[in-house]
């Protein structure tokens, strides 16, 4: 087959094919630098009546731990379950011998809050979405 007979197709489980990707990458990765110890993990914090109000994920891989999501809901927000959440991902990236996180926010969220918490700025794109900021943040175990 030429370049010519291929086409693009939209796929009606994007989470399916998203998660069939990141596994490519993964092994890929992993292969590459003869690291297989990747997780993931997720971390959330609960109501009186059951409801999540708040929770983080990310993973671990190779020394190295990403933060992909925190969030803590609106009314919830100022009782330092971000702290606690923060520090339990810590804990995870601690126990699997990780020595460094990254994560990123958009000035409208939360960088003052992570460097609140030890970790620096990498690098801000600016007009990212236009108008606003982007920030690649990390933190040295």
Known sequence: MNNEDYKV??????????????????????????????????????????????????????????????W?????????LG???LEAAEKEATANNCRIISLRSYDFQAPLFYEKYGYEIAYIMDDFPPGRKYYHLFKRL
């Open 9 to 70: 197709i939209d796929h009606e489980f994007p989470n399916q094919v998203i998660e069939f990707l990141e596994d490519r990458i993964y092994e890929y990765n992993s292969a590459l630098l003869g690291k297989n110890d990747g997780k993931l993990f997720s971390k959330i914090i609960k109501d009186e009546n059951d409801s999540i109000i708040a929770g983080i994920s990310g993973w671990t891989w190779a020394n190295a731990c990403e933060i992909t999501t925190l």
């Open 72 to 80: 803590v809901s609106q009314q919830d927000r100022k009782q330092g």
């Open 83 to 85: 702290k606690k959440l």
